[in-house]
């Protein structure tokens, strides 16, 4: 689905320096994957994602999107109808003062016919879980109710792809349950590419694919498992890992056997379990 090829992105100072912000980016994401990007505020993971739908073009390489050049301005609605953005605030999305009509924006501005537009912000609407406020104010909904229903507008444009950008970074704890299980279902129920530009390390946990960029470049892109068995390596570059690893990371510093691929408070437990025994 996605193809980036030596991608490099840079822009001019205000002292007239060029700084280069990616450096040769070479990845593959296959549809139906759930990646999700780390790095630290700085490191380019977010300039990353604004490249997939062309918000951003490249000044080196290439970005195909199911086989178009992002670079092609005849094609940039295409590459838009494929790839969904969604950022971390949902008030930056949110155009219309009820529901069900902010997720008709986008397919109205498209010219979908309205019988079609009907359907579309039902079935949305339905995919997470916000049907019974559909009639509602978004202005009166939680952060997270918000941020489903920005969702639900751009699931309404049926892109192939997601990209969301820090979508839980201004939520609460709750807020932050109810959009994460929202995207894991985009995901496994609905087939739909996901690709999560996050510093939350629970949330990378539950992604299929971990990337890790740093200074422009990509470090690491692995299994969320085989990431974060590198705990030294991920603290230099400013990043945290999820609070079980790094215990099974202290504990095996000193001296116990327990494994160094432990990621959630099940298999943390477990292995204390064997060594009290």
Not at 65 to 70: C, E, H, L, R
Not at 71 to 90: C, I, T
Not at 186 to 206: C, P, Q, R, Y
Request: charged fraction near 25%.
């Amino acid at each position: 689905m996605i193809e980036v090829s030596n991608l490099v992105y840079s822009y001019v100072t205000d002292d007239g320096n060029n700084e280069q912000v990616l450096k040769n980016i070479n990845i593959k994401i296959e549809k139906g994957e759930f990646v999700a990007v780390l790095g630290h505020n700085g490191s380019g993971k977010s300039t990353f994602a604004k490249h997939l739908n062309a918000i951003y073009l490249p000044v080196g390489g290439t970005v195909y999107v199911d086989g178009i050049n992002t670079a092609d301005e005849d094609k940039l609605w295409e590459v838009r109808s494929h790839v969904g953005m969604v950022f971390q605030n949902p008030d930056n999305q949110i155009v219309a003062s009820v529901v069900e009509e902010d997720v008709a924006f986008a397919c109205e501005n498209l010219s979908v016919p309205p019988a079609e537009i009907r359907k579309r912000v039902d079935d949305a609407l339905e995919t997470v879980g916000m049907t019974e406020y559909k009639n509602h104010s978004p202005h009166m909904l939680s952060g997270g109710q918000k941020q489903r229903v920005a969702i639900a507008g751009i699931i309404a444009m049926k892109p192939e792809i997601i990209v969301m950008d820090e979508p839980t970074a201004m939520l609460d704890p709750i807020g932050r349950r109810e959009v994460m299980k929202t995207i894991e279902d985009l995901n496994t129920k609905f087939g739909i590419t996901i690709i999560l530009i996050t510093h939350n390390m629970d949330e990378a946990v539950k992604a299929k694919r971990v990337v890790v960029i740093d200074s422009g470049k990509i470090i690491i892109d692995d299994t969320p498992r085989n990431v974060f068995k590198n705990v030294d390596l991920l603290r230099a570059i400013g990043l945290d890992v999820p609070q079980v690893t790094l215990l099974a990371h202290e504990l095996r510093n000193r001296g116990y056997d327990i494994r160094d691929d432990v990621l959630t408070v099940d298999e943390c437990t477990e292995e204390i379990y064997k060594l009290c025994r």
